[in-house]
Every structure is written in C-alpha cells, then in structure tokens.
C-alpha cells in the first residue's frame, strides 16, 4: 500500500477533486443524451443526419471502403441538410490507411475570385460591411466541395462517382420527410431566405408557408444539378449548364464568381499537422486550416501537466486548458494562412521546444490576461453550420471530413435552377486586419484577400493513431470552437479515459485569446466557475459548442460510434 504525502497542492487539488464531483451530480441531461457508444466490428459511420449515416452504412455493408463511403455521406447531407451539408462551399479530407501506413489530407477550401481585392469589404469611411462580407452575393468564394469528393473518391475509392452520387439523387428527387430540426431551422432563417426568391422557391411552400415535421421535402432541381455531376464528373459542376447558372446567379447580384474562376479551381493535396501526445500520433488538418496546428500547439501545451490526474473538467484543469487555448490563438491571428501565399511556420507552432518556451509563460495559479499575451516567436523552432463526419472500414481505412457553407445557410441565396445555397466564406478572411470576423477571431496580413487565396479555416477532421492503428476518428463543426471542441475530445479519451460517448456527451469549455473569457456550456458546477472566477478568470455561459462525430477502435478492433446529442438528427450506425 502506497502512502502520499499530504501538501498544500494536494489539498488544492482535493478541493478541485470535490468540485467535479459535485459538478458531475449537477450536470443536467442533455436531450436525446446517448450514455453508450454504438457498435461494430467491420464498419462504422457517425455523421449529423441519420439518412446520410444509413446510406453511407449500406456502402460499407456492400464491400465498398470508407472513401466510398464518405463520399456518399457528403451527397446525400447535401440533400438532407442543406443548411451545412454542400456542395455550394469547401472542406477538408483526413484519410488514414492502416495497410500503407499513412496519412493524407485533401484540402477543397472555397478559394477567392479572381475579382476578388483587399479593400473590397469596405465602405467608403474604412469600415467592414458586415452584410456585404456575409449575406451578398460578394460573400460567395468559389466552391470546392465537388473537386474534393471526386478527388478523394478517384484516388482512394472503388466506386464510381455516380453510384456514390445515386442515393442523394434519389433523396433529392424522392424527398424525405422533414424533421423538427430541418422546420425549425427554416423558420429561424425565414426573413434572410426570403429577401432571394430563388431561396424562397426552394424553402418555402409555394404559398409561402413553412415545411413542418412530417411533410415530404423534394428538391427537383438538386436532383439535376447532382445528375450532371454524375454524368460528366467534376465538369457536370464547374463547366456547362451549372456552371452557366452560377455566373448567371452572379451577375444578377453582383457576386464575383467567373466562368474561369469555376473551370480553375482545384483541389490539393497536403500533408496534415501532425504531433504526438502522451504516446499517441495526432493528425489533423494543416493550412488554410489552422485547426490542425493549434490541436497539436494546444497538445503540446498541456502535455507536460498532469492533467488526467487534475480531473475532468476540473477548475485546475480549464485554468490550464484556457491559459494554453489563449497563447494558440494569439499566434493564430498572427502566423496563420493560405501556406501557398503566405510563410506559415508550421513546424515551429506545432513543436514541442516551441510548446515548452510557452510554458515558461503560464502558472497553474494565476490567469495571464489575453491583452498581456503577444504571438510568440515559433520561427525560432522550425528544426458555425459546419457538417462533420467520420467512417471506419474493415480493411484499416479511416476518413474524417468537415466541410461547410460558414453560417448556418451560407449566405443565404440559392442559385436559380441549381437549387443549391451559396458559402458566405469570403468573411472568413481579415476584411481588415485587427477587426473580429463574425466568430470574434482576429485576423492579419496572413489572410488578407487575395485573388485565387484560400481563407483561413478552423475546421479539423483529427485522426489519432496508436502504434500504427487507427484509434481516435473525429472532428466538429462551430466556427473557432471546432479546434477546442475537437481538442477536448481527444483529452477526455486519453486523459480522462471516458468511453467515447461520454467523452462528446461532456460540458465543453473555450477560450480564443479575445474576447478573454471562459466560454463555458451548461453542466460545468458552479462550484467550478467559482473557483475559476477567484482565480481572475471571466467565465460566460453560452449556447451549445459543436456537434462532434466520433469513433474509437478499440484494441480487439472494435469500433465504437459516438454521434453528438446537441443535434438532433446525429446518427451513428455499425455493423
């Protein structure tokens, strides 16, 4: 029997022990709260609507691997949930393969007209228009979504792009039936939509009224968008009949997207940010996406802490995380951009010498004010609506994909004859450096506007492996929170050792430098808060943070499934 010595810390982390106990009993249950994971043994599929996970399961079930499979999830969210599925915006592709030991990224990232200039947000006093950046045809960047799911599916798949395309055809011509989600949804964004008759004809009954739970939603015009592409491939989008309908659409509103820009645009391949933790390989998504570099960065961070045994959710432990969540982000407003423009210093924001000059910086019992905390210097060591999913198959393959229109609708215009929405993704560059984007990031020359430039991102589809296993499969949507909601994940499973339901299921916590508070989700104890609050922190409660897919491997290759309960229609399904 082991005795330990009793120390002021101890009894400080007692206290903190006492606190998440009670927090624990506090916690409120989320509606639909899953307490266990879902399993399989040769196939798994977690996205956010439960028709896209059916129909990317029968890929699976049909011997198809999980590129093919996540393809077919991405078309048929398209249809399903259109207010973040797409093929009108961009994204990132994770693929890890288990027999080729290696890992690839595919970035379809919208990229920005050729037309496109830096000023070109503001009006004439110098000021940002907010709805020029984000509700106008202006806000539009040129899609990649197509180029990305047909690379990926050319390079990695065995399917053709038709057959991955003919259940979200089918959906889109059959229709499916509307969920509460889906109604309310519509209802929420009702005034912005109809401001667009082309949105209007689409979201709204032809009477003006609202689609409510139970009716059958058909989109007619999709279904021969989605048709083309199944036809001609990538050119059934980016040239002929829909390409003429998304220059038409431009030049009715003003928008920038030309032909050129259209028959240009290409996906590319990355090699991911990559790090290691406690024993585990991290792979996330490199630049445009700062996602990848500050989950590692965040890592790093914490590493050196003994954070599993500070407890989950602790007041010492969210003390820690949002001291190191608050360092990343000033460097994200500083360093992070288009790697193809800009000298982005990857390597150095992801190393672990980098991770211990910083460290130097954070104490575990005082708060170091955001406006007192300047990018560092990681040159020195280079030695929203979003949709995520993730798919595991039997033959070691595992893909994690994020992709998005930015709001929730994009800008909220469909393309007239297409029937799909446009991104509004041009606002996530630095309409003007040192002013927020509309999630309060901070931005610099990194990601000013550019012709032809990829916006800075957040979004990171994250695979964690283990001695050359696929082990952690995840990634989430909400703006800058995606990083710290994927983050947490992954420390309640290596950390905690929560069962992977729980681990998506627990209370979430951000901090994104400015503005300096604690953002926290219901279910963190008071108790907590009080704590953190003595210690100097500024802690607001705020709505739900992402909505995570997960799936864990565990050592007998098991595959356990969590889809996250903060929306609704999430499903995970195995066989």
Request: charged content about 20%; overall charge neutral.
């Amino acid at each position: 029997m082991r005795t330990r010595l009793v120390t002021p810390n101890c009894l400080l982390w007692l206290l903190v022990s006492v606190c998440f106990s009670l927090q624990l009993k506090a916690a409120p249950i989320i509606e639909g709260e899953r307490s266990s994971p879902v399993q399989g043994d040769k196939g798994m599929v977690v996205t956010s609507h439960f028709l896209a996970t059916e129909e990317a399961l029968k890929v699976l079930q049909k011997g198809g691997n999980a590129v093919d499979a996540a393809v077919t999830a991405a078309f048929a969210l398209a249809v399903t949930q259109p207010r973040s599925g797409n093929i009108g915006g961009g994204g990132f592709m994770l693929i890890s393969s288990e027999q080729k030991q290696e890992v690839v990224a595919i970035d379809y990232r919208e990229t920005a007209p050729a037309a496109a200039s830096r000023d070109m947000f503001l009006d004439a006093e110098g000021k940002v228009d907010k709805m020029l950046s984000r509700f106008s045809h202006k806000a539009a960047g040129v899609p990649g979504t197509v180029a990305g799911l047909a690379l990926a599916l050319g390079q990695y798949g065995t399917l053709t792009l038709a057959e991955t395309l003919a259940p979200a055809i089918r959906l889109a011509e059959e229709g499916f039936i509307v969920t509460p989600r889906f109604s309310n949804g519509i209802k929420q964004r009702a005034d912005r939509l109809r401001q667009w008759p082309s949105s209007a004809a689409v979201f709204l009954k032809k009477d003006g009224g609202f689609y409510e739970p139970g009716d059958r939603f058909v989109q007619p015009d999709l279904a021969k968008t989605l048709k083309r592409i199944a036809e001609r491939g990538p050119d059934g989008f980016y040239k002929g009949e829909t390409a003429e309908l998304i220059v038409a659409e431009m030049q009715r509103g003003g928008g920038l997207i030309s032909h050129a820009d259209l028959a240009g645009y290409q996906a590319k391949m990355r090699k991911p940010a990559a790090g290691t933790y406690r024993g585990y390989d991290i792979y996330s998504m490199s630049p445009p996406s700062s996602g990848g570099a500050h989950i590692v960065q965040i890592l790093n961070l914490l590493e050196s802490h003994p954070i599993g045994y500070l407890g989950h959710n602790s007041a010492a432990t969210i003390h820690l995380m949002a001291e190191a969540m608050k360092r990343a982000y000033a460097d994200r407003a500083e360093y992070l951009g288009d790697s193809d423009f800009v000298e982005v210093p990857l390597a150095g924001i992801t190393s672990k010498s980098y991770a211990a000059e910083l460290n130097k910086q954070i104490s575990r019992n005082h708060v170091t004010p955001s406006p007192a905390i300047k990018p560092g210097k990681p040159l020195a060591f280079e030695s929203d609506e979003t949709t995520h999913f993730s798919v595991v198959d039997q033959y070691g393959n595992a893909v994690s994909n994020t992709y998005t229109i930015n709001f929730s609708y994009g800008n909220h215009i469909v393309v007239e004859g297409a029937g799909f929405l446009l991104n509004n993704e041009m606002d996530d560059f630095s309409a003007k450096p040192g002013v927020p984007n509309a999630y309060g990031l901070l931005g610099g020359e990194t990601n000013k506007i550019e012709p032809g430039k990829r916006m800075l991102s957040s979004m990171s589809p994250t695979i964690v492996k283990r001695k050359g296993k696929n082990f952690l499969v995840t990634g989430s949507p909400g703006g800058s929170r995606i990083i710290t909601t994927t983050l947490q994940v992954i420390m309640n499973v290596i950390d905690h050792g929560l069962n992977i339901q729980a681990a998506v299921n627990a209370p979430r916590i951000h901090h994104q430098w400015l503005p300096d508070e604690i953002r926290i989700e219901q279910g963190i104890s008071p108790d907590t808060i009080a704590l953190l609050e003595r210690q100097g922190h500024v802690v607001k409660q705020k709505s739900a943070m992402g909505a995570i897919q997960s799936i864990l491997i565990d050592p007998d290759g098991r595959m356990l499934g969590a889809a996250d309960p903060r929306r609704s229609t999430s499903s995970a399904m195995g066989f």
